[in-house]
């Protein structure tokens, strides 16, 4: 079956950097884009970037410039790497593939502090 396991996050001061991991099992993970979400409490989760099957990223207007996605085929990992952070990037952040459905990892926490 389809998984996904997040790791990384944690805590920062404003200005710091923090990047976050998603292995994939269960799919052919290189023909398959791959998404990060996030959801701050008391919000809706919201889409922050995707990474299409041919390595081209696409990103939210609010973590252009800061944060920048990847992925490693041969390791099925997709990384969200986090620069310039500020206190309202704060949320859980899920890993994220679309099939027949959406499927989405456990969640990992960061949290960005003033």
């Known amino acids: 079956q389809v998984q996904l396991v997040e790791s990384g996050g944690g805590s920062v001061q404003t200005g710091g950097s923090l990047s976050v991991s998603c292995v994939a099992s269960?799919?052919?993970?290189?023909?398959?884009?791959m998404a990060w979400y996030r959801q701050a409490p008391g919000k809706q989760r919201e889409w922050v970037a995707r990474i299409n099957s041919g390595g081209t990223p696409t990103y939210t207007d609010s973590v252009k410039g800061r944060f920048t996605i990847s992925r490693n085929n041969a390791k099925n990992t997709v990384y969200l790497q986090m620069n310039s952070l500020k206190p309202e990037d704060t949320a859980v952040y899920y890993c994220n593939v679309r099939l027949q459905k959406d499927y989405w990892g456990q969640g990992t926490q960061v949290t960005v502090s003033s």
């Open positions: 269960g799919i052919i993970f290189s023909m398959n884009s």
